[in-house]
Nanobody, 122 residues
Framework: QVQVVESGGGLVQPGGSLRLSCAASGSIFSIYTMGWYRQAPGKQRELVAAITSGGTTNYADSVKGRFTISRDNAKKTVYLQMNSLKAEDTAVYYC????????????????WGKGTLVTVSS
């Protein structure tokens, strides 16, 4: 079994910062691409940022220059540092990890966390 848990959400004023974390646990052989997604009320879930096992990153245009994704492979954790937050960043943030388990080590499957709410408001 694999568990994926996000943390770090909360209420922040416009212009402020938050750091989200997403940790995986369980019978894990390897973690490949790790990504952050978000879903605002009434909108579809969208990719915010992703990082490959080799460290290559990509970002949505709307967050470039403000958000930074990073990973700690030893801790099986991915982070999202969010700076200069705007009201339009308000959403539930989810992480998605592509994980190969001990049971099936040569094939990665996508695992989602349950999400953490980020509210940007004065």
């Amino acid at each position: 079994q694999v568990q994926v848990v996000e943390s770090g959400g909360g209420l922040v004023q416009p212009g402020g910062s938050l750091r989200l974390s997403c940790a995986a646990s369980g019978s894990i052989f390897s973690i490949y691409t790790m990504g952050w997604y978000r879903q605002a009320p009434g909108k579809q879930r969208e990719l915010v940022a992703a990082i490959t096992s080799g460290g290559t990153t990509n970002y949505a245009d709307s967050v470039k220059g403000r958000f930074t994704i990073s990973r700690d492979n030893a801790k099986k954790t991915v982070y999202l540092q969010m700076n200069s937050l705007k009201a339009e960043d308000t959403a539930v943030y989810y992480c998605k990890l592509n994980i190969a388990t001990m049971a099936i080590p040569m094939h990665g499957l996508d695992y989602w966390g349950k999400g953490t709410l980020v509210t940007v408001s004065s």
